[in-house]
């Protein structure tokens, strides 16, 4: 087997008790009896290697989708089969975490989404509700997950259509 399925499957294993902040290249490392040139061989930091984790456990089925809202019901879906790793996962807001990333994916989408509707896309007042917007999917994901997941994913995507801002939404 390659190495990087050993780190994904550690770094996974980790994530279940221990926030990503928490967690060190060192102690990756250690668990599987590698060095760290072994490490960096494969991956830049620990970010690097949760994106590669979330891309190949949790994002890999939602390749195709073209809206926003199910890209959010999709991942609900992966994000219901192991809910401690990913909460762990969203707690840093480190600039290269992956919560920076899941929050890019959905910015990009509901963008698209917009254009295709010959919305605006630019725009100080956009770029701000946008921001609110992937931040709130964020928030309401990070409940749910932490809640247990026990409100279905369309009811989560309905609650985060209720709260964001309606003339982003729907002007």
């Known amino acids: 087997m390659k190495i990087e399925f050993f780190l994904e499957n550690t770094l996974m294993d980790l994530l279940k008790d221990k926030s990503i902040d928490s967690i060190h290249v060192k102690d990756i490392i250690a668990e599987l009896g590698i060095c760290k040139g ?9 970010y690097d290697l949760v994106v590669h984790v979330f891309d190949n456990k949790f994002f890999h089925q939602l390749d195709g989708v073209t809206s926003w809202q199910e890209f959010v019901v999709g991942s609900l879906t992966a994000f219901r ?19 920076h990333y899941y929050e890019a994916r959905i910015k990009k989408l509901f963008l698209e989404n917009r254009a295709e509707r010959k919305l605006d896309v630019e725009g100080q007042e956009i770029e701000y509700a946008v921001n609110i917007l992937t931040r709130l999917v964020r928030e309401t994901v990070m409940v749910w997950l932490k809640g247990g997941c026990v409100e279905t994913d369309e009811e989560v995507l309905r609650i985060v259509k209720r709260l964001m801002p309606y003339n982003i939404y729907e002007p």
């Open 81 to 99: 089969r192991h809910p401690e790793v990913v909460y762990n996962a969203l707690l840093s807001t480190d600039i290269n975490s992956i919560s």
């Open 38 to 46: 072994t490490f960096y061989k494969y991956y830049q930091d620990k």
